[in-house]
């Protein structure tokens, strides 16, 4: 039975962990080579255990950059902290979450705070953020990110480690699955046992400074499962196809040519085909491959014909060729069923034969909607449900910042619109599309920007002139239309002159009874 939870123990396992991930173990070899080496150590390693390191093990190849590219890119989005606000107070932050990371959550995203406008009001500084920039002294941020992505997406399943020190130091560390696990013995979450190679028994921890992020298996719900796991079988070809190729350089001889001498004169010193071959000393075969690379080595005699004669009798290749090699159909089968269980495109990690700018933009989309933003609302509402209710009291919420797809051109012509209609200023699109800091310079007037105006104001003021509109009427117009304020349109009105005549009058056309031919 792992010992009770005590404030030793805690303490206990807070430095191990510390000595662990920050490198200061004296310990060097690693925890699979320990359950190997030490019997005693074996036995506190469960079976669940060495399956996740297994699966570590298998962090290579076509699952390295697989998993790499979510990680990556999950670990370079923001973070932010908000305050839920005004008659959404009372709703969930899983309920808002759903909102920011839905298909429409680039609507509901205020462009500078990156947050949903109506219900969260961002913080700008926080205990939280400060923390995340630094979580423990090994890491930053970004590797922190990283860490915990990769063991989910490796094993199914990571933890986050929060301990604060006597001296009042807040850390948080990334824990390996293969380090933790949850005590089957306790409620659900109530506590962990801490097993490394290090600890001669499993040492218990409290699980109100422990948080489990897992993918959970549909035949039990409270344990772990990964894609990983459901394609090892794929895992395992890729591994056996890539040792063939392997073998087959270490145990090959790999001559280019072989080169057949002609056979020994008969009596008559003619060289016969057919005849014994002579058997040449070591001095002679140098001699003569020395000649032959002298006549037709190098690409500058590439494509040169070679003359068989009675000392050359035959030349033909006899090593195969890199496509020979390699298993051809297996290796893209294989491939594709890894890429497909993390649901990442080929595109995305950078295999551009045969894509286009089109493909990749669905690609990278795809990658944004089904893989990063789900892993992020995860992480969002594991931070927010574990770590924020430890710095505060209010109704807090913490999330990254969602991943989106990225496409130059339909961005500039998106803002190049919203510049047309005036939803946008000219500083935003400054800095936004035109990458230069703000000036102090008023906005342009539209008749400026669209010289067609002024055509339509020359007829506009015409027909005030001729009392055929009131200036009440076309000082509204330039108010609504060009956003003129109202002292600036009733001046530009009121210096117009209007004709006397009434605004009803209408010239009529003479009656006649003449008929038209």
Same mark, same amino acid.
């Given at each position: 039975?792992?010992?009770?939870?005590?404030?030793?123990?805690?303490?206990?396992?807070?430095?191990?962990?510390?000595?662990?991930?920050?490198?200061h173990s004296?310990?060097?070899?690693?925890?699979?080579?320990?359950?190997?080496?030490?019997?005693?150590?074996?036995?506190?390693?469960?079976?669940?255990?060495?399956?996740?390191?297994?699966?570590?093990?298998?962090f290579?190849?076509?699952?390295?950059i697989? *998993? @790499? /590219?979510?990680?990556?890119?999950a &670990?370079?989005?923001?973070?932010? $902290?908000?305050? #839920?606000?005004?008659?959404?107070?009372?709703?969930?932050?899983r309920?808002?979450?759903?909102?920011?990371?839905?298909?429409?959550?680039?609507?509901?995203?205020?462009?500078?705070?990156?947050?949903?406008?109506?219900?969260?009001?961002?913080?700008?500084?926080?205990?939280?953020?400060d923390?995340?920039?630094?979580?423990?002294?090994?890491?930053?941020?970004?590797?922190?990110?990283?860490?915990?992505?990769?063991?989910?997406?490796?094993?199914?399943?990571?933890?986050?480690?929060?301990?604060?020190?006597e001296?009042?130091?807040?850390y948080i560390?990334?824990?390996?699955?293969?380090?933790?696990?949850?005590?089957?013995?306790?409620?659900?979450?109530?506590?962990?046992?801490?097993? *490394? @190679? /290090?600890?001669s028994?499993?040492? &218990?921890?409290?699980?109100?400074? $422990?948080?489990? #992020?897992?993918?959970?298996?549909?035949?039990n719900?409270?344990?772990?499962?990964?894609?990983?796991?459901?394609?090892?079988?794929?895992?395992?070809i890729?591994e056996?196809?890539?040792?063939?190729?392997?073998?087959?350089?270490?145990?090959?001889?790999?001559?280019?040519?072989?080169?057949?001498?002609?056979?020994?004169?008969?009596e008559?010193?003619?060289?016969?085909?057919?005849?014994?071959l002579?058997?040449?000393?070591?001095?002679?075969?140098?001699?003569?491959?020395?000649?032959?690379?002298?006549?037709?080595?190098g690409?500058?005699?590439?494509?040169?014909?070679?003359?068989?004669?009675?000392?050359?009798?035959?030349?033909?290749?006899?090593?195969?060729?890199?496509?020979?090699?390699?298993?051809?159909?297996?290796?893209?089968?294989?491939?594709?069923?890894?890429?497909?269980?993390?649901?990442?495109?080929?595109?995305?990690?950078?295999?551009i034969?045969?894509?286009?700018?089109?493909?990749?933009?669905?690609?990278?989309?795809?990658?944004?909607?089904?893989?990063?933003?789900?892993?992020?609302?995860?992480?969002?509402?594991?931070?927010?449900?574990?770590?924020l209710?430890?710095?505060?009291?209010?109704?807090?919420?913490?999330?990254?910042?969602?991943?989106?797809?990225?496409?130059?051109?339909?961005?500039?012509?998106?803002?190049?619109?919203?510049?047309?209609?005036?939803?946008?200023?000219?500083?935003?699109?400054?800095?936004?599309i035109?990458?230069?800091?703000?000036?102090?310079?008023?906005?342009?007037?539209?008749?400026i920007?669209?010289?067609?105006?002024?055509?339509v104001?020359?007829?506009?003021f015409?027909?005030?002139?001729a009392?055929?509109?009131s200036?009440?009427?076309?000082?509204?117009?330039?108010?609504?239309?060009?956003?003129?304020?109202?002292?600036?349109?009733?001046?530009?009105v009121?210096?117009?002159?209007?004709?006397?005549?009434?605004t009803?009058?209408?010239?009529?056309?003479?009656?006649?009874?003449?008929v038209?031919v």
């Amino acid at each position: 039975m792992p010992p009770s939870l005590t404030a030793e123990s805690i303490a206990d396992a807070a430095a191990h962990v510390k000595m662990c991930l920050s490198g200061h173990s004296k310990r060097s070899s690693t925890v699979i080579d320990k359950i190997n080496k030490n019997e005693k150590a074996t036995q506190i390693f469960s079976s669940s255990s060495r399956k996740k390191e297994q699966l570590y093990s298998l962090f290579k190849n076509w699952v390295y950059i697989c *998993t @790499s /590219a979510i990680a990556e890119r999950a &670990a370079g989005q923001d973070v932010y $902290v908000g305050k #839920i606000i005004g008659e959404n107070a009372d709703q969930s932050s899983r309920s808002i979450l759903s909102k920011l990371y839905g298909r429409s959550g680039s609507k509901l995203r205020n462009r500078h705070f990156k947050a949903p406008i109506q219900e969260i009001l961002p913080v700008m500084s926080h205990r939280v953020l400060d923390l995340l920039a630094k979580p423990n002294p090994a890491q930053y941020r970004p590797a922190f990110v990283q860490s915990i992505a990769l063991s989910l997406l490796i094993t199914g399943e990571t933890y986050i480690f929060y301990d604060k020190t006597e001296d009042g130091q807040e850390y948080i560390w990334p824990l390996p699955s293969s380090w933790i696990e949850p005590d089957k013995s306790k409620n659900i979450g109530e506590s962990y046992l801490l097993r *490394t @190679s /290090a600890l001669s028994q499993p040492v &218990a921890i409290d699980g109100s400074n $422990v948080a489990r #992020i897992y993918n959970p298996d549909p035949k039990n719900p409270l344990e772990a499962i990964s894609a990983l796991e459901t394609q090892f079988s794929a895992v395992n070809i890729d591994e056996k196809i890539l040792r063939s190729q392997d073998a087959s350089f270490d145990n090959g001889i790999f001559p280019h040519l072989v080169i057949r001498a002609g056979g020994m004169p008969d009596e008559d010193g003619i060289v016969r085909k057919g005849q014994s071959l002579p058997v040449l000393t070591q001095a002679q075969r140098k001699q003569i491959v020395g000649a032959i690379r002298k006549l037709w080595g190098g690409v500058q005699h590439s494509g040169d014909p070679i003359i068989l004669d009675g000392l050359i009798e035959d030349v033909f290749k006899v090593s195969r060729t890199p496509n020979e090699m390699d298993w051809q159909n297996s290796v893209g089968q294989v491939k594709g069923r890894i890429f497909q269980a993390y649901k990442v495109n080929p595109i995305v990690v950078g295999e551009i034969t045969g894509a286009n700018r089109a493909q990749a933009i669905i690609a990278d989309r795809q990658f944004c909607d089904n893989v990063v933003n789900p892993l992020l609302s995860q992480l969002s509402l594991v931070f927010t449900y574990f770590l924020l209710p430890k710095f505060s009291s209010d109704r807090m919420i913490l999330w990254f910042d969602p991943s989106t797809p990225s496409d130059d051109d339909a961005r500039n012509k998106a803002w190049d619109t919203a510049r047309r209609n005036r939803d946008v200023t000219k500083n935003e699109y400054r800095c936004e599309i035109l990458d230069l800091p703000p000036d102090d310079l008023p906005e342009l007037s539209p008749v400026i920007s669209n010289p067609g105006v002024i055509t339509v104001l020359g007829d506009l003021f015409a027909k005030v002139e001729a009392g055929f509109l009131s200036p009440e009427s076309c000082s509204i117009v330039l108010q609504e239309v060009l956003f003129m304020d109202e002292d600036k349109a009733n001046k530009i009105v009121n210096g117009i002159k209007v004709s006397e005549k009434p605004t009803n009058q209408i010239q009529e056309e003479p009656e006649t009874n003449e008929v038209l031919v």
